[in-house]
């Protein structure tokens, strides 16, 4: 099996890893330079950034991540965001520790909020991890007006949420924006009328498959 190429933010874990192994092969012994071996096998698997092909047809909401749908109901966006009380679809799609954990751009769209919160690191499957959980959350503007939140959560070991984009910026769908490290959930939050067209327990390929269509 060929990996793809790590993503950045893996590389002071794989620098970290590779310092460790060579200590132990130099002056500690082979008792250390096998564990920082396997730990950097590890972050090479765990920080692969592949290629992905969004579907070319217009109007398309898509996976922001890999992972398992594990909840499809309404809720109200975060209020930091300031999209309003009205509940909307929200669709959160967990990450375990052997998903790829890059983040993508779910429409094409103008970031227009960006708001991080401090919070809890409860088990990111569970429905309460949308509220208390260390979370980023993004709000995009599509051309038409309507407006999209995706919202990145740390889980039982993510200690670290990072967003590679700033307010203005624009995105196309399947654009990389960021990355949260070891377990996490990402939540997206369609805009209000747009019923999503997948279900509890399907599996999602980031920037592939499709969450709802904006034209439906």
């Known amino acids: 099996m ?8 893996g590389k002071p874990f794989l620098i970290g890893g590779g310092i460790v192994a060579a200590l132990g092969l130099v002056w500690l012994g082979p008792w250390l330079f096998w564990p920082g071996i396997l730990f950097v096998a590890f972050c ?10 969004p579907p070319a ?28 009380p009205a509940p909307r679809m929200r669709v959160a799609i967990f990450l375990s520790v052997l998903d790829v954990h890059v983040n993508r751009s779910p429409v094409d ?10 919070g809890a690191f409860v088990n990111a ?11 980023n959350a993004l709000a995009i503007k599509l ?18 949420i990072l967003c590679d984009v700033k307010e203005g910026d624009s995105l196309r769908a399947g654009d990389r924006f960021g990355i949260i490290r070891f377990g996490s959930r990402t939540d997206v939050y369609l805009p209000e009328g747009v019923r999503p ?20």
């Open 57 to 84: 047809k217009p109007g398309l909401v898509i996976a922001p991540a890999d992972g398992r749908v594990v909840s499809v109901t309404t809720a109200v966006p975060p209020e930091e965001l300031g999209l309003g």
């Open 143 to 160: 051309a038409d007006g309507r407006s999209l939140a995706v919202v990145q959560i740390a889980g039982l070991i993510a200690r670290r």
């Open 109 to 118: 769209g103008v970031v227009t909020r960006i708001a991080y919160r401090p």
């Open 125 to 135: 499957s569970l429905d309460k991890a949308s509220e208390d959980n260390e979370r």
């Open 197 to 216: 067209l997948v279900l509890e327990g399907q599996t999602m390929i980031g920037g592939e498959t499709v969450l709802a269509d904006l034209r439906a």
């Open 2 to 9: 060929v990996l793809a190429p790590p993503h950045p933010a």
């Open 44 to 53: 090479l698997y765990f920080f692969r950034d592949p290629e992905r092909v």
